[in-house]
C-alpha cells in the first residue's frame, strides 16, 4: 500500500486504540486489501466494529478523522457487535464483497463464519446494475457530445461495476480474482459482453487527463445492460 495511506490508516487506529475501552474489530477492505490501491484515486475503506456505538465515542473518534478526511477517503464504517450481525440481510453485497478480500488490523475476525444468503445477494445486485444503467444513460444524454465529461462519468462508475462483477461471479460459485483486468474478462464470457470497454476504462481510472469517445461510452454501457440481464434471470449458484 502507498505509504501515505498506511500513516493514515495508522493515525486513525491509533486514536481508536485510546477512544475505545475494551476491545474492538478493525477491518481493511476493498481496493487496498485486493492490493489494488492507486494512490490518489483509490479510497482506504475501513470497518470498525465495538461494544458500543456512543456519543462520547464517536467525539473522540472524531478527533482523529481530520487526516483521514483530508486525504479523501470515506469516513469508517462505526457498527456495535449488535448491529453488525443483523446486516447481512441489509448490505448483502457489501459484506459478500468485504468476504473475498480483507484484512483485520485490530481483534476478532468479524467476518468469519458470516454467510450471505444468496438471494439476497441476487436482489441487490440486479438493483445495483439496474441503477447503474440509468445513471450511465443519463450520463450519456447530458455529455454525449463531451468526451471529457464521459470519461468522469466512466471513471466515476468503474469502482462500483468491480464490487458488482465480483457479486457476479460470487453467485455463478466462481473465484473472484483480485486483479480488475482479469475480474472483467472473467464476467465477460459469463453475461456475454465484450469486455473491451470496461477493461479500458477500468485502465484508465486514475489518469484524470483521458477523455472517453463517445462509441466507447456506449460500449461500457451496453456491457452493463447485458450484465443487468443476466443477473436478472441467473439462479444462485450459476444456472441462467
Not at 494512490?39 to 465515542?57: A, F, G, Q, W, Y
Not at 450471505?116 to 454525449?144: C, N, T
Request: aromatic share 6%.
Amino acid at each position: 500500500m502507498d505509504p501515505s495511506a498506511e500513516r493514515v490508516l495508522e493515525g486513525l487506529l491509533s486514536v481508536t486504540d485510546s477512544a475505545v475501552v475494551g476491545s474492538y474489530s478493525a477491518v481493511l477492505y476493498g481496493s487496498a486489501a485486493r492490493g489494488q490501491y492507486v494512490p490518489k484515486h483509490s479510497d482506504l475503506n475501513l470497518l470498525l466494529v465495538l461494544e458500543r456505538v456512543t456519543p462520547d465515542l464517536l467525539r473522540s473518534l472524531g478527533k482523529g478523522l481530520g487526516a483521514w478526511r483530508r486525504a479523501g477517503h470515506p469516513p469508517p464504517v462505526l457498527m456495535s457487535r449488535v448491529e453488525w450481525s443483523r446486516a447481512v440481510d441489509a448490505f448483502p453485497l457489501e459484506v459478500a464483497d468485504m468476504k473475498t478480500a480483507y484484512r483485520v488490523l485490530r481483534g476478532n475476525d468479524p467476518l468469519a463464519g458470516v454467510q450471505v444468503p444468496p438471494a439476497d445477494l441476487r436482489r441487490a445486485i440486479e438493483r445495483e446494475f439496474r441503477g447503474k444503467v440509468l445513471q450511465l444513460r443519463r450520463g450519456y444524454a447530458l455529455a454525449h457530445d463531451d468526451p471529457e465529461a464521459l470519461a468522469t462519468v466512466a471513471r466515476g462508475s468503474v469502482a462500483g461495476v468491480l464490487l458488482l462483477l465480483r457479486g457476479l461471479l460470487l453467485l455463478a460459485g466462481q473465484e473472484v480474482p483480485n486483479d480488475p483486468l482479469v475480474l472483467i474478462n472473467r464476467a465477460a464470457p459469463l453475461a456475454r459482453f465484450s469486455p473491451d470497454a470496461m477493461a479500458e476504462i477500468a485502465e484508465r481510472r486514475g489518469d484524470h487527463k483521458w477523455r472517453c469517445p463517445a462509441p466507447l461510452f456506449l460500449e461500457y454501457l451496453a456491457a452493463l445492460e447485458a450484465a443487468e440481464r443476466y443477473v436478472d434471470q441467473l439462479e444462485p449458484g450459476g444456472k441462467s
